[in-house]
Every structure is written in structure tokens, then in C-alpha cells.
């Protein structure tokens, strides 16, 4: 009767277990060759705690025929038991492998089942990391406390690949350049959550949420008053992440569950996903010229043709300019005194010397100013005062003509020399009449001609005077209205150059908004070249070199992310290849192919439901079971031979 107990729990694991491996095996495909086919289910049961209740090994062996009478099948770790499963060879545990009596001339298929020595559980390391945490009403427990418990459940598997090792894969560049780059290289995992099953009379609003990167979500189907919820996740970095979690949800009244199964596959999976890399690679080659036209049109200082270049130019010159309209200034300020000398004292100019009484000379607008001051103060009051005397001594010189009246002190020579001469005669007449009168005349015209101008009479002859007084006075005055016009013009000319302040720099001066005068204008535009201009073409250097920076920068990323891009095809195979050498956990015969699938079974929260659960489904499972793998039910029922070490 304990026979029978157990033969019927071997089934069990067998019928399950093939339900399982079946989709395996068509997705991995069917290998080609005559060797033998070692295919291993290792299926580990969990406890409570989420640690490791047991672990056995499903291990089919496909032995064709013509092989050894013993195939020595590889043995990893030490095994508590090992015990065929439905066919009469002999299964022996033995030193360092396990002993199969199966060669011959005929081919085998033979599945046995191996149980690890729990000793051997901390040695155990699994590729993928599986750990299963239960939530009630946000209080986490373990498993067994759920039972016939009512509340908010929440179950949670964490999920992480754990081979990753750092590689270093070559391939080439779209240059046709040999790259390498180092990368870690996983082997890729899928893990199915499937037929995880829900009686809708305990659980309702039952969930399977997702998080973008970090969490798939479930799909979650009700069938005839049970949803089964199911999860696919891809544990295949770089496009996967290598750690993800499953979450599911619901409200649950007196919790009973059943054993979970968690399948952990090593494939790299075929969709139908179309590959756009060459798209991407040929897009940011384009970027990538683009920055790079943008980094050498930017370049470097030193570097002919380039934008840093001409702004160091540009720069150098504004630089030279500002140079060149200090020098200016400074030449405008001696125009300026040249013009007119603030700083000269026109009360004490000492014409001996040229200066004032401190040392400081006129400008030329002060020498006009002198000038005019000299005409209208002094020669023109000159003049005036020669007339006025010129017509006195023309009054006291008289005319002919004149009637005579005696002499006295306001009459003229020729009143008095005409009256002289009415008081003599003979010889004395004559002297008057021939040499005083004319004389007189001669004065008397001569003083009017230098007075008025005209002609002058000496003793031999008459001569053309314009040198007279009115002929000064007037060319004076012409000179006076003449200095006005340069002086003032002069100090247009002054305004416009402009003034130097207490500090020795240009005054300021504004009109209508802009500079009003020459040397503040050059002060401004050097002090907007200096303080503007001049910083601006540094701010728009730099900004242009942070151009040129990040244009380069961008060239990096983008040729690490071409690099990336041109790693992926190499990435894939590596992958590939890590996938097709994780063919075994216990070990295999020599030269034999290889296939390992891990199942992790959760615990069932009340036991004794759990295995009526299982056993309701036998016969379907069975049935399952014989379409594949095509045996007769005589086979499958007939009593498996044990050989426990």
C-alpha cells in the first residue's frame, strides 16, 4: 500500500512536471544528431520562509542505440535518492555519477528522478534568484499564517538573474574599425508564472499591476469561477532589466491556496519584434556628422577658419581699437587746449612772455579772444582818440577862405596868419603870401588825409595815404567782425571736441540720447568696446567653446551609443552562446547534448487542500502526458523500479 502511495505521487511530479516542460521544449526546439539528450527539470519546492524545503532533478535521458552498456550520467552534487520513474532499468547512485543500465542496441528514453542531499542546498547556485513574499492587509507573513485568514492579500515574487559576468566583445564599426568594449554578458532567462489559480468564491478584485521597467503586468483570465493569472518575465539585460518583481492583488475571505509553479527557462526568445538598428545607426551617423561639423565649425582659437578664431580676431581688434581711440583721446585733449586752454588766466596774460602770470599758454580760441579784446579795447579807442585829435589840430590849422577875425586862443593859424599878414606889407607880405600860407594848406590837407585818407602833398609832389585812421578803424572793425567769426567758430569747435574733467577724462555729455561731444564719444565707444563688447565676444567665445564642448560630448555619447548599438549583434550572440552552454545542473554523460528548465513550487497554503487539488487534475494531466509522449497507459501505470543510495 505504501508502494502504491508513492507510485502515485511519482506520477504526480512526472505528470506535472512534463506539463511544464512541454512548452520548454518546442520553444527550444528540437535537436538534430544521434549522441544523447540529456534534458533536466529541476524543481525546487519552497517553504514558508521562501527558502528551500527540497530539491529533486527530472531527468529525461533520450539514449540512442549502439551506446555503452552503462551511460554514466553526471552527478554535481551528492543525492539523497535517485528512482526511475516508470521503466525497469537500472538506476544507480554511484561514486561521483549516476549509473544508468540502459546502452544496447536499441534506443532508451528514460526518466529518473534525483533527489539533492540537503546538504547540499547551501551549495546550490541557481542562475535566477526566486523569492516569493506574502502580504495580509499590508502585514507580511509567511505563507502557512494566510491560511483560512480573510483581508487585503498581496503575493510578491522577486526575480533576479544572477549570471552576469563582464566580457569584453569585439566587433566592427560601421567604419569597418575593430571595437571593443566591455560589457556584461547574462544568460538570458525567461521566467513563466503560469496557472496560477484562484477560486473566485475566496478571492475577488484580484489585480496583477505592473511598474514600467520594474514589474510586468499579469494577465488574468476567469474561467467557469477560477482566474488564472499569468506572467512572462524576460530577465535578458541590456533589454530587460535582470531584476524585476511580479505583484498580484486581491481581497481574499478564509485563504486557501494552492502550490504555485515558477518556470525558469534559459533561451533567448525569436519575436516578431522588427529590428530598426540599421535605421538608428545610419540616424545618428548623420547626428554624429552633424556635431562634428558643429565642433570643427566651432574649433579653437588657434585654429584658421574657425568661429573661436574669428572671435579671437574680432576680439584682438576691438582690442587694437580701443587701443587706437585712447591714443585719439588723448591726441583730441591736446586739440582741445590747442584750442582753448581752460586752465589760461586771459587777466594776467603777459604779452612778453606769452603766458599767464602761472606759466599756462592761450589756446588758439584764447588768442582770438586776446585779439579781439586788443582790437576792441585798445585800437579801437586808439583810433577814435587820433580822429579826435587829427580834427582839433585841423581846427587849429583852419582853412583858407575863413573870415579873419582878430587873433586869440580858439582861432586858427590861418585866421591868425591872414590877419598878420592884413598888418604888413613888402617884404613880410611876401614871406606869408609864398611860404607860411602854403605850408598851411599843405597841413591842413595832409591832417585830413590822414584822418579821412586821400592824397598827401610834400614838397615835391602829392602821393595816395590809405594808411589813414578811418582806413584803420575800419579795417580794425573788419578784424573785430572777422575775430567774432573765428571765435565763435572756435567755440563750435571747442563744444564739439568737448571738455576734460577734474579726473583728466573726457566730461560727459548727452544729446538727444547720444554722446555730445568728440572725446566723449571716443571715451564711450572705448569704454563700451572695453566693458561690453570685449566681454561680450569672451561670454560669446565661451559659449561658443560649451558649444563646441557639448558638440563633442555629443559626439562621445553618440559614438558610445553607435558602439551600443553595433554591440548588439554581438550582445545577441553572446547572449545565444551563454544560453546553449546552460545545459545542465547535475551534469551529463560525455558528448551528450543538453536542456535544464527550473521549476520553484510554492508552498500550498493548506496542505491537505493542495493535495486534493492535485489529485482532482490526475487524469487530465495524464492525458496530457501520453500525447507527449505517445506511451500506452500500461507503460505509464506500471510500478517504477527504486534504487535509493
Not at 155 to 172: A, D, H, P, Q, S
Not at 303 to 332: C, H, P, R, W, Y
Not at 517 to 546: F, R
Request: glycine residues 10%; contains cysteine.
Amino acid at each position: 500500500m505504501l508502494k502504491r502511495s508513492r507510485f502515485r505521487a511519482y506520477i504526480v511530479c512526472v505528470l506535472a512536471l512534463t506539463m511544464l516542460l512541454l512548452p520548454v521544449s518546442f520553444a527550444m526546439g528540437q535537436e538534430t544528431g544521434s549522441g544523447i539528450q540529456d534534458d533536466e527539470l529541476v524543481v525546487t519546492t519552497l517553504d514558508n520562509q521562501s527558502g528551500i524545503a527540497s530539491i529533486q532533478v527530472l531527468d529525461n535521458l533520450r539514449i540512442p542505440a549502439g551506446s555503452p552498456a552503462e551511460v554514466k550520467d553526471g552527478m554535481g552534487y551528492n543525492l539523497s535518492s535517485v528512482r526511475n520513474l516508470y521503466s525497469s532499468e537500472a538506476v544507480v547512485k554511484k561514486t561521483g555519477y549516476v549509473g544508468i543500465q540502459a546502452g544496447g542496441k536499441t534506443a532508451k528514453d528514460l526518466y529518473y528522478l534525483a533527489a539533492l542531499d540537503k546538504k547540499e542546498y547551501a551549495k546550490v547556485k541557481y542562475p535566477v534568484s526566486v523569492k516569493v513574499e506574502y502580504y495580509l492587509d499590508g502585514e507580511k507573513m509567511p505563507a502557512d499564517k494566510l491560511a483560512g485568514k480573510s483581508g487585503h492579500l498581496k503575493i510578491v515574487c522577486n526575480l533576479e538573474n544572477l549570471t552576469g559576468e563582464k566580457r569584453v566583445l569585439e566587433f566592427k564599426n560601421s567604419q569597418g574599425q575593430l571595437v571593443q568594449k566591455e560589457t556584461e554578458i547574462y544568460t538570458p532567462y525567461v521566467v513563466s508564472l503560469s496557472g496560477w489559480e484562484f477560486n473566485n468564491k475566496i478571492f475577488t478584485n484580484i489585480k496583477a499591476p505592473g511598474v514600467a521597467e520594474v514589474s510586468p503586468e499579469g494577465v488574468t483570465v476567469n474561467v467557469q469561477g477560477v482566474t488564472q493569472v499569468n506572467w512572462t518575465v524576460p530577465l535578458i539585460p541590456p533589454k530587460y532589466p535582470a531584476k524585476q518583481y511580479t505583484v498580484l492583488e486581491a481581497d481574499a475571505t478564509k485563504i486557501d491556496l494552492p502550490s504555485c509553479k515558477i518556470v525558469v527557462i534559459p533561451i533567448c526568445p525569436t519575436t516578431s519584434e522588427i529590428d530598426n538598428l540599421g535605421t538608428f545607426e545610419e540616424s545618428f551617423n548623420k547626428l554624429y556628422d552633424g556635431f562634428d561639423q558643429i565642433q570643427k565649425g566651432v574649433g579653437e582659437r588657434s585654429q584658421n577658419a574657425t568661429l573661436l578664431f574669428g572671435l579671437a580676431k574680432i576680439k584682438d581688434g576691438m582690442g587694437t581699437l580701443s587701443s587706437g581711440m585712447g591714443t585719439l583721446v588723448e591726441k583730441m585733449k591736446m586739440i582741445r587746449d590747442g584750442l582753448s586752454n581752460s586752465a589760461f588766466d586771459a587777466s594776467s596774460y603777459n604779452a612778453a612772455t606769452g603766458a599767464d602770470a602761472s606759466g599756462k599758454t592761450p589756446g588758439l580760441k584764447d588768442a582770438v579772444g586776446l585779439l579781439k579784446a586788443g582790437v576792441q579795447d585798445r585800437a579801437l579807442p586808439a583810433y577814435e582818440m587820433q580822429k579826435m585829435i587829427l580834427g582839433l589840430l585841423d581846427t587849429s590849422v583852419g582853412h583858407a577862405g575863413e573870415a579873419v577875425v582878430e587873433p586869440s586862443d580858439t582861432t586858427s593859424l590861418y585866421n591868425d596868419v591872414a590877419y598878420l599878414k592884413a598888418q604888413v606889407s613888402g617884404p613880410q607880405k611876401q614871406i606869408i603870401t609864398a611860404n607860411i600860407e602854403p605850408k598851411l594848406s599843405r597841413l591842413s590837407s595832409n591832417i585830413k588825409a590822414y584822418r579821412d585818407g586821400g592824397t598827401i602833398a610834400t614838397g615835391s609832389g602829392t602821393m595816395p595815404f590809405p594808411a589813414s585812421v578811418k582806413a584803420l578803424e575800419e579795417g580794425s572793425k573788419e578784424t573785430l567782425a572777422a575775430l567774432d567769426k573765428i571765435d565763435s567758430g572756435l567755440g563750435v569747435m571747442v563744444v564739439g571736441v568737448g571738455s576734460v574733467g577734474a579726473n583728466g577724462q573726457p566730461m560727459k555729455v548727452m544729446v538727444n540720447g547720444s554722446p555730445g561731444t568728440i572725446m566723449y564719444a571716443l571715451s564711450y565707444m572705448k569704454e563700451s568696446i572695453d566693458g561690453q563688447v570685449v566681454p561680450g565676444l569672451d561670454q560669446l567665445a565661451d559659449g561658443a567653446s560649451k558649444i563646441g564642448t557639448g558638440a563633442g560630448g555629443a559626439k562621445d555619447a553618440l559614438t558610445t551609443g553607435l558602439v551600443s548599438l553595433q554591440a548588439a549583434g554581438p550582445t545577441a550572440t553572446a547572449l545565444g552562446e551563454n544560453a546553449a552552454k546552460a545545459d545542465t545542473f547535475l551534469g551529463k554523460p560525455e558528448g551528450a547534448t543538453g536542456r535544464v528548465v527550473y521549476v520553484f513550487q510554492t508552498p500550498a497554503v493548506d496542505q491537505q487542500a493542495g493535495a486534493m487539488k492535485v489529485g482532482a487534475g490526475l487524469i487530465a494531466l495524464a492525458l496530457i502526458l501520453l500525447v507527449a509522449i505517445g506511451r500506452a497507459p500500461k507503460e505509464m501505470f506500471q510500478a517504477p523500479a527504486e534504487n535509493q543510495a
